[in-house]
Protein backbone atom coordinates (compact mmCIF):
# COMPACT_ATOMS: atom_id res chain seq x y z
CA UNK A 1 0.00 0.00 0.00
CA UNK A 2 -0.33 5.14 0.61
CA UNK A 3 1.83 6.66 2.02
CA UNK A 4 -0.59 3.20 3.04
CA UNK A 5 -1.09 0.57 1.17
CA UNK A 6 -4.24 -1.44 0.41
CA UNK A 7 -2.82 -4.69 0.42
CA UNK A 8 -6.10 -6.39 -1.13
CA UNK A 9 -5.76 -4.02 -4.55
CA UNK A 10 -4.26 -0.94 -6.18
CA UNK A 11 -0.87 -0.32 -4.95
CA UNK A 12 1.26 -2.94 -6.54
CA UNK A 13 2.96 -2.58 -10.17
CA UNK A 14 4.43 -6.56 -9.52
CA UNK A 15 2.13 -9.22 -9.01
CA UNK A 16 3.78 -13.40 -8.33
CA UNK A 17 1.34 -16.30 -9.19
CA UNK A 18 0.94 -17.75 -5.98
CA UNK A 19 -1.25 -20.60 -7.62
CA UNK A 20 -1.39 -22.11 -11.40
CA UNK A 21 -4.31 -24.62 -12.57
CA UNK A 22 -5.31 -25.37 -15.73
CA UNK A 23 -8.35 -27.12 -16.06
CA UNK A 24 -9.39 -30.68 -17.10
CA UNK A 25 -11.16 -31.84 -20.50
CA UNK A 26 -13.75 -33.08 -19.04
CA UNK A 27 -14.62 -29.79 -16.50
CA UNK A 28 -18.35 -28.74 -16.52
CA UNK A 29 -19.11 -25.02 -16.20
CA UNK A 30 -18.58 -23.79 -12.72
CA UNK A 31 -18.31 -20.46 -11.04
CA UNK A 32 -14.70 -19.92 -10.19
CA UNK A 33 -14.80 -18.74 -6.59
CA UNK A 34 -16.57 -22.51 -6.20
CA UNK A 35 -14.47 -23.93 -8.42
CA UNK A 36 -10.77 -22.43 -6.36
CA UNK A 37 -13.03 -23.11 -3.50
CA UNK A 38 -13.22 -26.63 -3.97
CA UNK A 39 -9.29 -26.85 -5.44
CA UNK A 40 -7.38 -24.66 -2.89
CA UNK A 41 -6.87 -25.97 0.76
CA UNK A 42 -7.44 -23.86 3.73
CA UNK A 43 -8.91 -21.12 1.35
CA UNK A 44 -12.41 -19.85 1.85
CA UNK A 45 -14.90 -18.83 -0.90
CA UNK A 46 -14.95 -15.25 0.08
CA UNK A 47 -11.36 -15.06 0.44
CA UNK A 48 -11.05 -15.98 -3.50
CA UNK A 49 -14.26 -13.70 -4.21
CA UNK A 50 -12.24 -10.76 -2.12
CA UNK A 51 -9.13 -11.57 -4.54
CA UNK A 52 -10.97 -11.47 -7.71
CA UNK A 53 -12.53 -8.33 -6.67
CA UNK A 54 -8.90 -6.65 -6.69
CA UNK A 55 -8.13 -8.51 -10.09
CA UNK A 56 -6.17 -11.35 -8.29
CA UNK A 57 -7.81 -14.10 -10.41
CA UNK A 58 -6.32 -14.63 -14.10
CA UNK A 59 -7.72 -16.90 -16.15
CA UNK A 60 -6.16 -17.26 -19.81
CA UNK A 61 -4.20 -13.97 -19.01
CA UNK A 62 -7.52 -11.66 -18.43
CA UNK A 63 -8.62 -10.73 -14.75
CA UNK A 64 -11.84 -12.17 -14.23
CA UNK A 65 -14.61 -11.83 -11.38
CA UNK A 66 -15.99 -14.57 -9.01
CA UNK A 67 -18.57 -15.67 -11.38
CA UNK A 68 -16.89 -16.58 -14.58
CA UNK A 69 -17.77 -20.11 -15.47
CA UNK A 70 -14.95 -22.11 -15.63
CA UNK A 71 -14.30 -24.20 -19.06
CA UNK A 72 -12.19 -27.13 -20.01
CA UNK A 73 -8.73 -25.93 -20.72
CA UNK A 74 -8.51 -22.56 -18.90
CA UNK A 75 -5.40 -21.92 -17.51
CA UNK A 76 -5.96 -20.19 -14.22
CA UNK A 77 -3.34 -17.80 -12.26
CA UNK A 78 -3.99 -16.36 -8.48
CA UNK A 79 -1.60 -13.66 -8.29
CA UNK A 80 -0.89 -11.39 -5.29
CA UNK A 81 1.02 -8.62 -4.74
CA UNK A 82 4.32 -10.25 -2.75
CA UNK A 83 6.02 -12.67 -3.53
CA UNK A 84 5.36 -16.97 -2.16
CA UNK A 85 7.32 -17.42 1.57
CA UNK A 86 10.40 -17.99 0.75
CA UNK A 87 11.22 -18.12 4.58
CA UNK A 88 9.52 -19.06 7.65
CA UNK A 89 7.76 -16.47 9.71
CA UNK A 90 8.26 -16.81 13.37
CA UNK A 91 6.85 -14.81 16.79
CA UNK A 92 8.63 -12.77 17.85
CA UNK A 93 7.70 -10.32 21.69
CA UNK A 94 7.93 -7.49 20.24
CA UNK A 95 5.63 -4.46 22.11
CA UNK A 96 2.33 -3.57 20.41
CA UNK A 97 0.58 -0.03 21.00
CA UNK A 98 -2.57 -1.06 20.64
CA UNK A 99 -5.39 1.77 20.58
CA UNK A 100 -8.43 -0.88 20.39
CA UNK A 101 -8.97 -4.17 20.65
CA UNK A 102 -11.87 -6.67 20.32
CA UNK A 103 -12.96 -9.95 18.89
CA UNK A 104 -12.99 -8.90 15.70
CA UNK A 105 -10.04 -6.47 15.01
CA UNK A 106 -7.08 -4.56 16.55
CA UNK A 107 -6.03 -0.96 15.92
CA UNK A 108 -2.44 -0.72 16.47
CA UNK A 109 -0.14 3.01 16.58
CA UNK A 110 2.78 1.68 14.32
CA UNK A 111 6.44 3.56 15.44
CA UNK A 112 8.13 4.81 12.74
CA UNK A 113 11.13 2.45 12.26
CA UNK A 114 8.79 -0.55 12.50
CA UNK A 115 8.30 -2.48 8.88
CA UNK A 116 4.78 -3.77 8.63
CA UNK A 117 5.78 -7.52 7.04
CA UNK A 118 8.95 -9.37 6.24
CA UNK A 119 9.94 -9.06 2.99
CA UNK A 120 14.00 -9.30 1.53
CA UNK A 121 15.92 -7.57 3.71
CA UNK A 122 13.84 -8.00 6.75
CA UNK A 123 12.70 -11.09 7.31
CA UNK A 124 11.98 -10.05 11.47
CA UNK A 125 11.64 -7.69 13.64
CA UNK A 126 7.90 -6.48 11.60
CA UNK A 127 4.85 -5.94 12.75
CA UNK A 128 3.72 -9.34 11.60
CA UNK A 129 6.42 -11.17 13.77
CA UNK A 130 4.93 -9.10 16.56
CA UNK A 131 1.42 -9.67 15.44
CA UNK A 132 2.26 -14.17 15.49
CA UNK A 133 3.23 -13.36 18.94
CA UNK A 134 0.13 -11.46 20.22
CA UNK A 135 -2.55 -13.79 18.68
CA UNK A 136 -0.81 -16.54 19.52
CA UNK A 137 -3.64 -19.68 19.27
CA UNK A 138 -6.11 -17.34 17.46
CA UNK A 139 -7.16 -18.70 14.09
CA UNK A 140 -5.72 -15.82 12.22
CA UNK A 141 -5.88 -15.24 8.87
CA UNK A 142 -3.65 -18.24 7.59
CA UNK A 143 -0.58 -17.49 9.57
CA UNK A 144 1.85 -18.64 6.49
CA UNK A 145 1.42 -15.94 4.81
CA UNK A 146 3.11 -12.73 5.32
CA UNK A 147 0.37 -10.50 6.07
CA UNK A 148 -1.53 -12.15 8.48
CA UNK A 149 -4.53 -10.06 9.14
CA UNK A 150 -3.70 -7.13 7.50
CA UNK A 151 -5.78 -5.33 5.05
CA UNK A 152 -3.63 -2.07 4.80
CA UNK A 153 0.07 -1.10 5.39
CA UNK A 154 1.92 2.13 6.35
CA UNK A 155 6.05 2.62 5.00
CA UNK A 156 8.39 1.27 7.49
CA UNK A 157 9.52 5.20 8.54
CA UNK A 158 6.02 6.31 8.58
CA UNK A 159 3.89 6.39 11.71
CA UNK A 160 0.41 5.72 12.86
CA UNK A 161 -3.01 3.58 12.59
CA UNK A 162 -3.40 0.41 11.01
CA UNK A 163 -6.27 -1.96 11.66
CA UNK A 164 -5.44 -5.95 11.63
CA UNK A 165 -8.07 -8.13 11.57
CA UNK A 166 -8.60 -10.95 13.80
CA UNK A 167 -10.84 -13.01 11.75
CA UNK A 168 -11.48 -14.42 8.41
CA UNK A 169 -14.81 -12.87 7.82
CA UNK A 170 -13.75 -9.45 9.72
CA UNK A 171 -10.36 -9.32 6.48
CA UNK A 172 -12.97 -9.61 3.98
CA UNK A 173 -15.03 -7.21 5.35
CA UNK A 174 -12.13 -4.75 6.43
CA UNK A 175 -10.70 -5.45 2.85
CA UNK A 176 -13.96 -4.64 0.76
CA UNK A 177 -13.93 -1.32 2.82
CA UNK A 178 -10.39 -0.20 1.61
CA UNK A 179 -11.35 -1.00 -1.86
CA UNK A 180 -14.21 0.46 -1.97
CA UNK A 181 -13.24 3.60 -0.52
CA UNK A 182 -15.85 4.51 2.26
CA UNK A 183 -13.01 4.18 5.13
CA UNK A 184 -11.75 7.73 6.27
CA UNK A 185 -7.65 8.15 6.66
CA UNK A 186 -6.17 11.62 7.25
CA UNK A 187 -2.44 12.36 7.57
CA UNK A 188 -0.40 14.90 8.76
CA UNK A 189 2.89 15.70 7.55
CA UNK A 190 5.70 18.69 7.81
CA UNK A 191 6.40 19.24 3.72
CA UNK A 192 8.91 21.65 2.92
CA UNK A 193 7.45 25.33 1.66
CA UNK A 194 4.42 27.75 1.80
CA UNK A 195 1.50 26.76 -0.32
CA UNK A 196 -0.36 29.37 -2.42
CA UNK A 197 -3.45 27.73 -1.68
CA UNK A 198 -4.14 26.61 1.27
CA UNK A 199 -6.63 23.64 0.77
CA UNK A 200 -6.13 21.93 -2.77
CA UNK A 201 -6.08 18.69 -4.61
CA UNK A 202 -3.13 16.77 -6.40
CA UNK A 203 -4.02 13.99 -8.81
CA UNK A 204 -1.37 12.15 -10.84
CA UNK A 205 -1.17 8.69 -11.64
CA UNK A 206 1.77 6.88 -9.70
CA UNK A 207 3.98 4.30 -10.87
CA UNK A 208 7.41 2.83 -10.23
CA UNK A 209 9.90 5.28 -11.28
CA UNK A 210 11.98 3.92 -14.46
CA UNK A 211 15.35 5.75 -13.35
CA UNK A 212 14.84 4.41 -9.42
CA UNK A 213 12.98 1.51 -8.65
CA UNK A 214 13.08 2.13 -5.07
CA UNK A 215 10.86 5.00 -5.15
CA UNK A 216 7.61 6.48 -7.44
CA UNK A 217 7.11 8.47 -9.97
CA UNK A 218 4.24 10.65 -11.24
CA UNK A 219 2.89 10.06 -14.81
CA UNK A 220 0.88 12.86 -16.63
CA UNK A 221 -0.16 10.03 -19.54
CA UNK A 222 -2.81 8.03 -18.05
CA UNK A 223 -1.55 5.17 -19.85
CA UNK A 224 1.12 4.63 -16.81
CA UNK A 225 0.65 4.48 -13.35
CA UNK A 226 -2.38 4.09 -11.02
CA UNK A 227 -4.76 6.73 -10.80
CA UNK A 228 -4.03 8.47 -7.30
CA UNK A 229 -5.63 11.58 -5.67
CA UNK A 230 -4.44 13.36 -2.29
CA UNK A 231 -6.43 16.18 -0.78
CA UNK A 232 -4.46 18.57 1.43
CA UNK A 233 -4.85 21.28 3.71
CA UNK A 234 -2.79 23.74 5.05
CA UNK A 235 -3.14 23.65 9.13
CA UNK A 236 0.41 25.56 10.24
CA UNK A 237 2.97 27.39 8.22
CA UNK A 238 6.29 28.02 9.86
CA UNK A 239 8.12 30.32 7.62
CA UNK A 240 9.85 27.62 5.26
CA UNK A 241 8.06 24.72 6.24
CA UNK A 242 4.04 23.98 6.41
CA UNK A 243 1.60 21.46 8.57
CA UNK A 244 -0.42 19.62 6.36
CA UNK A 245 -3.74 17.35 6.46
CA UNK A 246 -3.73 15.05 3.78
CA UNK A 247 -6.93 12.59 3.15
CA UNK A 248 -6.44 9.71 0.39
CA UNK A 249 -8.66 9.03 -1.88
CA UNK A 250 -6.87 6.42 -3.31
CA UNK A 251 -4.06 3.92 -1.62
CA UNK A 252 -0.70 4.12 -3.93
CA UNK A 253 2.78 3.13 -2.63
CA UNK A 254 4.27 5.83 -1.53
CA UNK A 255 1.33 8.32 -2.68
CA UNK A 256 1.58 11.22 -0.24
CA UNK A 257 5.38 11.40 -0.41
CA UNK A 258 5.50 11.00 -4.24
CA UNK A 259 2.77 13.79 -4.82
CA UNK A 260 4.32 16.19 -2.46
CA UNK A 261 7.42 16.13 -4.60
CA UNK A 262 5.48 16.20 -7.62
CA UNK A 263 4.10 19.51 -6.73
CA UNK A 264 7.15 21.21 -5.15
CA UNK A 265 7.03 20.65 -1.40
CA UNK A 266 8.60 17.50 -0.52
CA UNK A 267 8.11 16.16 2.91
CA UNK A 268 10.69 17.37 5.42
CA UNK A 269 13.70 15.08 5.65
CA UNK A 270 12.67 12.53 3.01
CA UNK A 271 15.74 11.21 2.08
CA UNK A 272 13.89 9.37 -0.83
CA UNK A 273 12.08 12.33 -1.81
CA UNK A 274 14.21 14.69 -1.57
CA UNK A 275 13.44 16.49 1.32
CA UNK A 276 16.34 16.01 3.09
CA UNK A 277 18.19 18.72 2.33
CA UNK A 278 17.48 22.75 2.72
CA UNK A 279 14.52 23.11 -0.39
CA UNK A 280 13.48 26.16 1.26
CA UNK A 281 15.52 28.92 2.97
CA UNK A 282 18.90 30.45 2.72
CA UNK A 283 21.96 29.34 3.06
CA UNK A 284 23.75 31.37 5.78
CA UNK A 285 25.11 28.87 8.61
CA UNK A 286 22.89 29.56 11.33
CA UNK A 287 19.65 28.36 9.51
CA UNK A 288 21.59 25.35 8.00
CA UNK A 289 22.60 24.58 11.53
CA UNK A 290 19.25 25.24 12.74
CA UNK A 291 17.78 22.58 9.59
CA UNK A 292 20.58 19.74 10.58
CA UNK A 293 19.30 20.31 14.32
CA UNK A 294 15.84 19.29 12.69
CA UNK A 295 17.18 16.15 10.70
CA UNK A 296 18.39 15.16 13.80
CA UNK A 297 15.05 15.63 15.95
CA UNK A 298 13.28 13.53 13.25
CA UNK A 299 15.07 11.45 11.42
CA UNK A 300 12.99 10.15 8.52
CA UNK A 301 10.26 11.58 6.69
CA UNK A 302 7.79 13.87 8.89
CA UNK A 303 4.54 11.63 8.15
CA UNK A 304 1.80 10.08 10.80
CA UNK A 305 -1.29 8.36 9.66
CA UNK A 306 -3.34 10.63 12.09
CA UNK A 307 -7.01 9.17 11.75
CA UNK A 308 -8.71 6.56 10.78
CA UNK A 309 -12.29 5.40 10.23
CA UNK A 310 -14.35 2.44 9.39
CA UNK A 311 -17.57 0.23 10.08
CA UNK A 312 -17.07 -2.55 12.02
CA UNK A 313 -17.24 -5.84 10.18
CA UNK A 314 -19.62 -7.45 12.57
CA UNK A 315 -21.70 -4.74 14.29
CA UNK A 316 -21.26 -2.25 11.31
CA UNK A 317 -21.05 0.69 13.54
CA UNK A 318 -18.86 3.53 12.47
CA UNK A 319 -15.59 3.64 14.44
CA UNK A 320 -13.09 6.35 14.75
CA UNK A 321 -9.41 6.63 15.82
CA UNK A 322 -7.35 9.45 16.08
CA UNK A 323 -3.80 9.18 17.77
CA UNK A 324 -1.35 12.18 18.96
CA UNK A 325 1.77 12.57 16.90
CA UNK A 326 5.30 10.75 17.91
CA UNK A 327 7.59 12.85 20.05
CA UNK A 328 9.76 13.21 17.43
CA UNK A 329 6.96 14.82 15.09
CA UNK A 330 5.84 16.97 17.98
CA UNK A 331 9.29 18.06 19.30
CA UNK A 332 9.96 19.06 15.59
CA UNK A 333 7.12 21.37 15.29
CA UNK A 334 8.00 23.16 18.64
CA UNK A 335 11.10 24.03 16.65
CA UNK A 336 9.36 25.39 13.60
CA UNK A 337 7.11 27.45 15.65
CA UNK A 338 10.39 29.17 17.75
CA UNK A 339 12.18 30.03 14.75
CA UNK A 340 9.20 31.11 12.97
CA UNK A 341 8.12 32.99 15.86
CA UNK A 342 11.26 34.66 15.94
CA UNK A 343 13.27 35.18 12.18
Known amino acids: MCDEEILSTEENNELYEHHKIIVDKGQSLL ?22 NANCIIVNNIPVKSNYLVKPNDIISVVLPYPPNEFEILPENIPLDIVFEDNDLIVVNKPAGLVVHPAKGNFTGTLVNALLWYFKDLPVINKNTVRPGLVHRIDKDTSGLLVVAKTENAHTILSKQFFEKTTERSYWALAWGTFKEKEGTIIGNIGRSPRDRKKMAIFS ?25 CKLETGRTHQIRAHFEHIKHPLFNDKTYGGDKIVRGNNFAKYSQFVENCFEI ?17 TKKWLFFDSNLPEDMKILLEKWKNYSAIN
Open 31 to 52: RIDKFLCNRLEQISRNRIQNAA
Open 221 to 245: DNEFGKHAVTHYKVLEEFKYTSLVE
Open 298 to 314: CSRQALHAKSLGFFHPT
